[in-house]
DNA sequence: CAGTATCCGTCCGGATACTG
DNA sequence: CAGTATCCGGACGGATACTG
């Protein structure tokens, strides 16, 4: 595929693919979440435990709509006290490459981004 | 690098990677933008058009954070009427490859995810 | 042509309190 | 334990009008 058709899948649309992806797992804390599960079946708890700073409330909403999308399983156990674990789905892990491969990105550039943002606010004062 | 070691990089130091390059380019219009200059220098109108729908005020607002990020180069010709030209920077063009990747994912796997939330919505009225 | 300025509605996310 | 309910501030993004 070249490099055109490539980008052509960003583009494609009107946009609609990467805007898509993006309200799905741009917000702040899905692929937080996507990450923490990889590999492993989590509480609800050990969840937010994993999670530095979210909350509850964010905690919720995040795993239901990853739960919608059929990225994530949500599994309640007929306990006292209640028991549900979060699993990733087999398309939510396929997930994972992407995304790791965009932190990688991030990492990787993030000093020059911190550069060009201190060059760029001095000279725009 | 194992599995495990590649999730740490989008939970690392409490996913501020992640949030970082969300922060970025996870809004609306960034990576249409970069995607759309990829390969080409074009002038704020060109760019306009081949966004559909993209408003002059976020377009402004997208190339200017784009350029303070280091990753778009917008310069500046000293002519009547003036003309403005907007280019990926040597950074810019690495993001192609991860976003691409990202995107890929969003085109193949759009269709489990709308049919997941399809079921989901039937059984949550 | 390539922007700024202004207004404005909506959604996101945090804090807090309460519950089956 | 695993949520829900409520309130709130702020950021995001669209529409419109104006300008060097």
Known sequence: MSRYEKTCLIRGDG?????????RVGDKWSLLVVATLDGASLRF????????GI???????????????GLVTRTVF???????EYELTAMGRTLIGPAV??????VDNNPG???SQASYDAEHP
């Open 15 to 23: 946009g609609r693919a990467i805007r898509g992806i993006l309200d």
């Open 45 to 52: 708890t050990e969840l937010q435990q994993r999670i530095p």
């Open 55 to 69: 909350s509850q409330r964010m905690l919720t909403r995040t795993v239901r709509h990853l739960e919608r999308d």
């Open 78 to 84: 007929a306990e006292v006290p209640p028991r549900v």
């Open 101 to 106: 491969a965009l932190a990688e990105w991030a």
């Open 113 to 115: 981004i911190e550069e």
